[in-house]
């Protein structure tokens, strides 16, 4: 998608995605002090407390946080539909985003089941919000159906998240609810394939040509795409509840082969960019995001075909760790170092715009954020993503570190991010003093001698 084709005047107040936005690196940085704080034995099972609360922290206050914020972007400008009163929507939205994941995250430590119903209570608010915000967008716009259709499927998909982890989050607090753990795979599915999986597809057919100059996907993949995929998971959970394996393998198959197929894809249009700089942080985010999502795709069909293979207590964590950590958190962490400058560059270019001055007020996307800020914090990340694959087999020697490093990887994004934002206010600043000098100006040259 070219800049051309947003439709601008849509654009949200930059508070509205900024909150969510800069709120997500910040959660890495409690994750990672979580994992420093509790004893390893804590991260050892994927039903351990500490797992529990440490992936919550992760899907909820970091990925769907980010999402949200680039969803209700995306149905703005790219389908020229801004959702109704979307700036106080947006705050009670994020408001009921953060203390209901911290109240999870603590309910998963503690046990304490008020904690959990009060976090179940304001998650769930959160989401109808947010998912109302977003159809009443929908709504309102008349363009791009091939991205309506996967928004869709996206939210249909959270939906289904919710209400699954709302049923097991019951059942972890609510004596004489059976706890069903078989349901946890499929919610972990429904979640990171269906809901995130598709959304940062959905994503990625507009950011990746855009930003990173590769040629568009190629317009059948965009038209089918995301629906095979929700259609596999749909045919994957339907069968897998009614013990019916063979269907079950065929929409696993179908799930893992558009998920493949999208991260070589975008691989190759990676390939193709115009402009080939020797390090584009946002660039290798995203690499390290496509790399991660086909050695998870590899690592799920080698479970299906090997049954034995997922008797390991360390599969599932794998699994998750390449999911969420090297694909998603890597492509978020790529997003973030273009979207935020872009938006920044778009919010001053308004405020010029409106006061009719030269746009030589407003500095270059490029300047706002060098490239020579941004390269630690990737290092840093791959680090992360090492120490933790290794914490899975010594979690006594790699845990620690890991915790220490991840935190210190969304620190250092949070710090890059609020870098911009110091630009963008002093250049404000600018223009409006600026704009108040050519009233004065005009005002003078009207008055009568």
């Not at 390991?312 to 935020?340: E, H, R």
């Not at 938006?343 to 746009?359: N, P």
């Not at 949070?414 to 600026?434: F, G, P, Q, S």
Request: aromatic share 10%; hydrophobic share 60%.
């Amino acid at each position: 998608m070219k800049q051309s084709q947003l439709v601008l005047s849509q654009t949200p107040p930059f508070s509205v995605p900024l909150r969510f936005f800069m709120t997500a690196p910040l959660f890495g940085v409690v994750a990672g002090l979580l994992l420093v704080v509790l004893d390893g034995s804590h991260f050892t099972s994927r039903w351990s407390a500490g797992m529990l609360a440490y992936t919550h922290l992760l899907v909820l206050g970091y990925l769907a946080m980010a999402m949200q914020a680039a969803l209700l972007q995306v149905v703005s400008v790219v389908m020229g539909g801004q959702p109704r009163q979307v700036d106080w929507v947006a705050t009670a939205m994020h408001i009921m985003l953060v203390a209901g994941t911290l109240l999870l995250a603590a309910g998963f430590i503690s046990s304490l089941p008020y904690l959990m119903h009060t976090a179940v209570l304001l998650l769930v608010l959160s989401f109808v919000l947010f998912v109302g915000a977003v159809v009443s967008g929908l709504l309102r716009s008349s363009a791009q159906r091939n991205t309506g259709v996967a928004i869709g499927l996206a939210l249909a998909s959270l939906i289904i998240t919710v209400g699954l982890g709302a049923w097991l989050a019951i059942g972890h607090s609510v004596q004489g609810v059976v706890l069903a753990r078989h349901l946890t795979g499929i919610h972990l599915a429904w979640g990171l394939v269906g809901w995130g999986g598709i959304l940062l597809i959905t994503v990625a057919y507009a950011v990746v040509p855009m930003f990173q100059l590769t040629p568009a996907y190629p317009p059948a993949l965009v038209r089918c795409l995301t629906v095979v995929v929700t259609a596999g998971l749909a045919i994957w959970a339907g069968s897998d509840l009614l013990n019916m394996p063979s269907l079950s393998l065929i929409g696993a198959l179908a799930v893992a082969s558009g998920l493949a197929l999208f991260a070589a894809i975008t691989l190759w249009l990676q390939h193709r960019r115009k402009r080939k700089p020797g390090l584009e942080v946002t660039l290798w985010f995203w690499r390290c995001a496509m790399l991660s999502l086909l050695a998870a795709v590899a690592l799920w069909v080698a479970g299906l075909i090997f049954p034995l293979l997922r008797q390991s207590p360390i599969y599932p964590l794998l699994l998750g760790l390449l999911m969420i950590q090297g694909f998603l958190i890597s492509a978020v962490n790529g997003m973030l170092y273009k979207i935020i400058p872009f938006l920044t560059w778009l919010h001053l270019s308004i405020k010029v715009t409106e006061h009719r001055l030269s746009r030589r007020l407003i500095p270059n996307i490029r300047k706002l954020l060098p490239d020579d800020r941004t390269p630690i914090q990737f290092w840093l990340h791959l680090l992360m993503l090492l120490l933790m694959l290794a914490a899975l087999w010594r979690p006594g020697w790699f845990l620690v570190p890991a915790g220490m490093v991840f935190a210190a990887s969304n620190l250092l994004l949070w710090l890059n991010l609020v870098a911009v934002l110091k630009i963008y206010k002093k250049t404000w600043i600018r223009i409006t003093e600026v704009a108040e000098e050519k009233r004065a100006e005009e005002s003078a040259t009207a008055s009568p001698t």
